[in-house]
């Protein structure tokens, strides 16, 4: 059963620490995007990855965000340092991609919960 | 980018009614993709629906239909049928290269 995996599904840490998230994307997957969820702002799009090369990360704040992709396997977030505003459910999807568009859906990983105190 | 709108962020529904959720998109492209994703409680994102830009004919799943405006631009889904289940967020997305979404409407479906 393919799915997007991330870790982790819940993260509680200090205003000013490191924070890395992980999504692994189902194989075969060449386009992974990362989003970014709160109440007010819906689904924000922060950055996508095709075939591993970064294509737009212009919806993140690049002063803290930081956004790789290693291997076709794995693919990062982290935030440097993190703030009580970043408080925000995180979600990695993956996709193929042919031409422009999406051959089937984009498949999302579960989230990870994110809380900055 | 593309913009994608929602403007209804509440909707309500009796059980076994029939509900149109709203979608409107501001893009200067002309083959690209629209999708309806759900968000029940668990927070998991589910594919209700897919719509080619290129395909005149509106797409259907089981009591899930759309209505595709392309020069109005517009992409509204229709709930037949509604069922307790249904109750979850709604969001409209469209890819062309990237893929954004509207604000989302959040559905409930009353017994």
New interface residues.
């Given amino acids: 059963d393919a799915r997007v995996t991330q870790t982790p599904r819940h993260k509680v840490t200090e205003m000013g620490q490191e924070v890395t998230m992980r999504c692994q994307p189902i194989l075969g997957h060449n386009t992974v ?1 990362w ?1 970014r969820q709160t109440m007010m ?3 924000e ?1 922060l950055a ?1 990855f095709r075939n591993r090369a970064p ?2 990360d212009s919806g993140m704040p690049k002063d803290r965000f930081s956004a790789e992709m290693p291997d076709a396997t794995l693919a990062t977030l982290k935030i440097q340092p993190s703030e009580p505003r970043d408080s925000a ?1 995180y ?1 990695c ?1 993956s ?1 193929l991609v042919e031409g ?3 051959n089937t ?2 498949f ?1 990983g ?2 990870t919960r994110l809380t900055v105190v | 980018a593309q913009t994608v709108t929602q403007s209804q962020p509440e909707m309500s529904v009796q059980e076994a009614e029939t509900v149109t959720l709203s979608c409107t998109y501001d893009t200067s ?1 002309n ?3 629209l ?1 309806w994703y759900k968000q029940p409680p668990s ?3 589910i ?1 209700v629906i ?1 719509q ?1 830009a290129y395909k005149q004919q509106n797409a259907t799943e089981n009591r899930f239909s759309v209505n595709f405006q392309k020069a109005a631009k517009s992409f509204s889904l229709k709930i037949s049928d509604s069922q307790l289940g249904d109750t979850a967020m709604y ?1 409209c ?1 469209f ?10 409407t959040r559905l409930t479906v009353k017994p």
């Fill in positions: 995007f989003y702002q819906g689904l799009l996508y294509l737009d459910v979600f999807a996709g422009v568009a999406l859906e984009a999302f579960q989230g | 492209e083959n690209y993709y999708f927070r998991q994102m594919l897919r080619e969001f997305a890819m062309f290269n990237d893929m954004r979404f509207g604000a989302g």
